[in-house]
């Protein structure tokens, strides 16, 4: 559905957002960080470059709203509700993409990324699913700052019949997260050295979904890793999370 009135595209971005913390907020959620400090609230060693695919996009945007954090979101007028609700979650937007709007979005993340973490879905707006566009890695090698692999996965889920088979968790599900260690690549790469770096980080991307797949499906948490877990309907912020463990 195409919303082309802003005052109504605004309304029912406010309205969904509303929709998803209450509806996340009943999840418990369990997450394993490679690297603690890698935590965007916790506002420490800089600006980073945070991947998730499109189809995992619930779970970061109720988690940490207010971290300044700024999402690359499509120029496509499909996406303006897609900002609008990300705004109302507390999250700055930077709208454009490789295909449309890019040169104005890269200006636009280049003087973000001197200031807020980025989030970008590095396989949207439409595909393919879980294949990563050199956008980021190209960025990260402009910025100089390092990318971090983020993986989903709930228990109990529905996804949706769309491109990327978007995961809906089932309430009072539990989340799992993996937060990956950060990778940083050279700078001033060319087209060769930014394919091997596509490719790396695409890899890693990947690893971060089948572990915590894995982790959802009933198996292990990450080895060598510290679980965090946090209650349903607690604060997302760092307070209301709290280290119990080692991974076995």
Not at 61 to 67: E, H, P, Q, S, V
Not at 111 to 140: C, E, M, S, Y
């Amino acid at each position: 559905m195409k919303f082309r009135f802003p005052g109504l595209t605004g309304a029912t971005g406010c309205v969904i957002a509303h929709g998803i913390r209450a509806w996340m907020s009943t999840l418990r959620y369990e997450a394993v960080f490679a690297q603690p400090d890698t935590d965007p609230a916790l506002g420490v060693g800089g600006p980073r470059i945070y991947l998730v695919w499109h189809e995992s996009m619930l779970a970061p945007i109720y988690l940490r709203a207010g971290c300044r954090v700024a999402i690359l979101v499509s120029k496509h007028r499909d996406a303006d509700l897609l900002e609008s609700i990300a705004r109302h979650s507390g999250y700055e937007c930077v709208r454009g993409s490789t295909a449309r709007g890019g040169a104005a979005a890269l200006k636009q993340l280049v003087a973000r990324g001197q200031t807020h973490n980025l989030v970008i879905t590095p396989d949207g707006p439409r595909g393919p699913r879980r294949h990563l566009a050199p956008g980021p890695v190209f960025l990260a090698s402009k910025l100089g700052i390092p990318i971090v692999p983020m993986g989903f996965a709930y228990d109990r889920k529905h996804r949706l019949n769309s491109w990327d088979r978007f995961a809906i968790p089932r309430p009072f599900s539990t989340a799992r997260v993996f937060i990956g260690e950060e990778i940083r690549v050279p700078a001033r790469l060319g087209r060769d050295g930014l394919e091997r770096q596509r490719v790396r980080v695409q890899d890693a991307m990947r690893r971060a979904n089948e572990l915590v797949e894995a982790w959802a499906a009933g198996g292990a948490a990450p080895a060598g890793s510290r679980v965090v877990r946090r209650s349903k309907g607690a604060t997302p912020f760092p307070q209301g999370v709290v280290p119990v463990r080692r991974a076995a």
